[in-house]
């Protein structure tokens, strides 16, 4: 028996949810090159978005990924770079990943919902398990916009520029989505032709009154201005890492992270 000074009377109370929120993930591709590579090299490990409850990948043209798994055409994904007049100093993109998010919200509209939706770059080293972690402890913060106005992850608290929303990991909830499917012309800005989607899908979320919640746990992107991550510094506690653009980089970040954890995890159970 336990010493009486811990003892305590048994209670039938919940201490916490044990189940852990599902996720429905995607990334868009190049159906050539370098992003072909590293996303079928992900795929045969089924790591990344292949470890999600539930996926789907779109390229430029369809192209397998293997065992017969083949990618969802999104004819219009090739974008300009470097557009004059553009608020991005990369891709303008907007136009083909607002499709993305409409056919996944068609796709989620015929299934029986998940909890989470998320897109991530091919380039991101993405850990669904840290990812569904992460959010399970978030639930007590967010729990009424869950249920109410969705909520959207702000991943990086940049204090210059707009940006917040970066594209490297995207995280929804369910109604953020639902809300974002029916959002009609709202979403309809007049420089929404030079915005990147990162940019567009802040500013349309916001306009549609999700819940944006700062949350700079989840990635160490690169790109961010605050964090000044280099790809050497891939370190277990995030659920991504960005960017890791050729398949060498990816996997050895990758195996940074997994060691990290083993270590950690062997300490922790002596």
């Known amino acids: ?15 916490g949810d044990p189940q852990l929120p599902s996720l429905f993930c995607f ?3 190049l159906s050539h090159g370098e992003e072909l590579n590293l996303v079928q090299s992900q795929f045969r490990k089924k790591v990344g978005v292949f470890a999600c409850d539930a996926f789907t ?16 055409a999104l004819p219009s994904l090739v974008s300009p770079l470097n557009v004059p007049g553009a608020l991005t100093a990369s891709w303008v993109n907007r136009a083909p990943f607002a499709k993305a998010w409409d056919q996944v919200a068609a796709l989620e509209a015929n299934s029986s919902g998940y ?10 080293v993405f850990f669904p398990m840290q990812l569904r972690l992460h959010l399970r402890e978030l639930r007590p913060e967010v729990k009424h916009s869950l249920d109410s106005t969705g909520v959207y992850l702000r991943n990086c ?11 490297s990991t995207e995280v929804l909830s369910q109604t953020a989505l639902r809300r974002y499917a029916a959002r009609g012309a709202r979403c309809r800005f007049a420089a ?9 899908m802040q500013q349309c979320l916001d306009v549609l009154k999700v819940t944006a ?21 891939c370190t277990f506690g995030r659920a991504a890492y960005h960017p890791l653009k050729s398949e060498s980089q990816w996997w050895t970040c990758w195996q940074q992270v997994t060691s990290d954890f083993i270590v950690l995890d062997m300490k922790l159970k002596k």
């Open 27 to 29: 990334l868009a591709m």
């Open 157 to 167: 608290m940049a204090q210059t520029g707009e940006l917040q929303f970066y594209g």
């Open 192 to 200: 929404s032709a030079q915005m990147g989607e990162d940019l567009w």
């Open 57 to 72: 990948v779109f390229s430029d043209v369809e192209v397998e990924l293997g065992d017969g798994m083949r990618t969802a």
């Open 213 to 233: 919640f700062q949350d700079a746990e989840i990635v160490a992107d690169g790109y961010c201005p605050e964090y000044h991550w280099q790809p050497a510094q």
């Open 1 to 15: 028996a336990d010493p009486a000074t811990v003892q305590q009377r048994w209670s039938c109370k919940v201490l």
């Open 115 to 124: 909890d989470w939706v998320v897109k991530v770059d091919p380039d991101t």
